[in-house]
């Protein structure tokens, strides 16, 4: 079955600790997406990759870091310089991202700082 | 400046009570209204696309409706297991063709 899997879909992260956070989708969708939920709130973009080898930043990168080194795969950092990195981080992706499609999203991976 | 508003912010029925979810938009240049289901702890999933003002789209219980400044999702004789949050999604033709997201509706059906 086609869609996007991401990974873990609990992560814990210490005070000054990177982590990443893993999403790989089969449906070879040229665009990618990441988006952070926090309640009561609409999904606020964080970085999005048009291709292979390029991403550009979203509303809120400042403390995230991401690749596109292969079609299938767009990880996510969080770096400790995200001073309030507790959230629900979804990835997805579409055909085209100038394109008027429709996104698909995985399932997300809750992050907590302990 | 773009954006999206979703109204109610929660909305509790009975099952076989109908009712509308409402998504107010503020955009330069539509390209996309996109509606979504989520459930708790999970990712958004795709109900519906509209490209255009008049535009309508069905899907068993639910009919998204589009006007040049807000959407209606009708839920129609809800069951529980409608009970979601509903995710009411812009695309601009500015900004990069970004995609705005609303808060959400939470919808609740009680049997």
């Known amino acids: 079955d086609g869609g996007i899997t991401q990974s873990p879909k609990y992560l814990f992260r210490k005070e000054g600790q990177n982590v990443t956070l893993s999403c790989e989708q089969n449906?070879?969708?040229?665009?990618m997406y990441w988006y952070r939920q926090d309640p009561g709130q609409g999904l606020r973009l964080i970085y999005y990759?048009?291709?292979?080898?390029?991403?550009q930043k979203g509303d809120i990168a400042e403390g995230y870091s991401v690749s596109r080194e292969k079609k299938e795969s767009f990880p996510l950092t969080v770096t400790s310089a995200q001073k309030n990195p507790t959230a629900f981080y979804l990835c997805?992706?579409?055909?085209?991202?100038?394109?008027?499609?429709?996104?698909?999203f995985g399932q997300g991976t809750r992050l907590t700082v302990v | 400046e773009d954006q999206v508003t979703q109204s109610p912010e929660a909305l509790r029925l009975q099952e076989g009570e109908s009712s509308s979810l409402n998504c107010s938009y503020t955009?330069?240049?539509?390209?996309?209204l996109f509606w979504y289901r989520q459930d708790p702890g999970k990712g958004p999933e795709f109900l519906f696309t509209?490209?255009?003002a008049g535009e309508e789209k069905e899907k068993e219980r639910l009919k998204a409706t589009l006007t040049k400044k807000e959407s209606f999702l009708h839920i129609t004789a809800p069951k529980p297991e409608d009970s979601a949050t509903y995710l009411c999604?812009?695309?601009?033709?500015?900004?990069?063709?970004?995609?705005?997201f609303g808060a959400g509706t939470r919808l609740f059906v009680k049997a």
């Open positions: 997805a992706s579409s055909e085209s991202h100038r394109r008027r499609t429709e996104a698909f």
């Open positions: 449906l070879n969708h040229d665009a």
């Open positions: 990759s048009q291709i292979v080898n390029d991403f």
């Open positions: 955009v330069s240049g539509l390209r996309g």
């Open positions: 509209l490209y255009s």
């Open positions: 999604a812009v695309r601009s033709n500015t900004g990069g063709f970004k995609t705005i």
